[in-house]
C-alpha cells in the first residue's frame, strides 16, 4: 500500500522554468519531509515541515505543508540543470518514514 | 566522515541463491532500516530496527531477514533469492534530529 502518491511521476523542462512538484495522502503525519536523490547514490534530506500550513523556503525551493498535515507541494523558480535528479516526499509517523513514489526531474540546458 | 556504508554495492544472483547485505553507520543511531527502491514505486520499507538486539517487518517483510547483533550494523539477508527481489537495496540510519541519512545503495540482480 502506498500511502503517499507523488505528481508529476516525470517532468522535464528548460532551464529558468517554474515547476511544482505534488505529494497527497490519505494520512495525516506528525511531518512531512523532501528529500533528492541523484543517480547512484541515497536520497539527502532537503527539508522538513512540521506544523499544518507550514512554507519553508531554501534559495529558489519552496515547501508547504497542508493545513491538514497530508499534503505537500515543492516548487521551483528558475531551474536550473543542478535541480536535476528524483525528488522524494515522506510522510513521518513515530520512528517510521513513508515515502511518496517519488518525481523525477530533468532540466535541459 | 564515512556516516552509512553499505556492502557490496553490486551482486548477481542465481535464483534460489541466499545472500547477506552489510549496513554499517558511524554516527551513534539508534534507528536502522532497510529499503527497497524500484521504478515508479519510490521507497518501500522491508525492515527496521529501534535499537541494538530489536527487530521489525515493514510494508514488504517476505523473502527477507535481518538481525542487528551490534548497534552499528545491520544486516539483511535473502535465504533464496527470487527474480522479484532484483532491485535497489538502501539502508538508512536515524538518530535524535529525525532526519534518514542513507548509504549509497546495492543493486542486486537475481537470474
Known amino acids: 500500500t502506498q500511502l503517499l502518491e507523488q505528481s508529476p511521476q516525470f517532468l522535464s523542462i528548460q532551464e529558468g522554468e517554474n515547476l511544482t512538484v505534488y505529494c497527497n495522502s490519505s494520512s495525516v503525519f506528525s511531518s512531512l519531509q523532501w528529500y533528492r536523490q541523484e543517480p547512484g547514490e541515497g536520497p539527502v534530506l532537503l527539508v522538513t515541515?512540521?506544523?499544518?500550513?507550514e512554507v519553508k523556503k531554501l534559495k529558489r525551493l519552496t515547501f508547504q505543508f497542508g493545513d491538514a498535515r497530508k499534503d505537500s507541494s515543492l516548487h521551483i523558480t528558475a531551474a536550473q540543470t543542478g535541480d536535476t535528479g528524483l525528488y522524494l516526499c515522506?510522510?513521518?509517523?513515530?520512528?517510521?518514514?513513508?515515502f511518496g513514489t517519488g518525481t523525477s526531474l530533468t532540466v535541459i540546458p | 566522515n564515512a556516516g552509512v556504508t553499505q556492502t557490496p554495492k553490486f551482486r548477481v544472483l542465481k535464483t534460489g541463491q541466499s545472500m547477506t547485505l552489510l549496513c554499517a553507520q558511524d554516527m551513534n543511531h539508534e534507528y536502522m532500516y532497510w529499503y527497497r527502491q524500484d521504478p515508479g514505486m519510490g521507497l518501500r520499507l522491508i525492515h527496521y530496527?529501534?535499537?541494538?538486539?530489536?527487530?521489525a517487518k515493514g510494508e514488504v517483510p517476505d523473502g527477507y531477514n535481518v538481525s542487528r547483533l551490534k548497534k552499528q550494523n545491520f544486516l539483511l539477508g535473502l535465504e533464496s533469492a527470487a527474480p522479484s527481489q532484483t532491485s535497489v537495496y538502501f539502508c538508512?540510519?536515524?538518530?535524535?534530529?529525525?532526519?534518514?541519512?542513507f548509504g549509497e545503495g546495492s543493486r542486486l540482480t537475481v537470474l
Open positions: 515541515v512540521v506544523t499544518g500550513g
Open positions: 530496527s529501534v535499537g541494538e538486539g530489536t527487530t
Open positions: 515522506a510522510g513521518v509517523a513515530g520512528n517510521q518514514f513513508y
Open positions: 538508512a540510519s536515524s538518530g535524535n534530529t529525525g532526519e534518514l541519512f
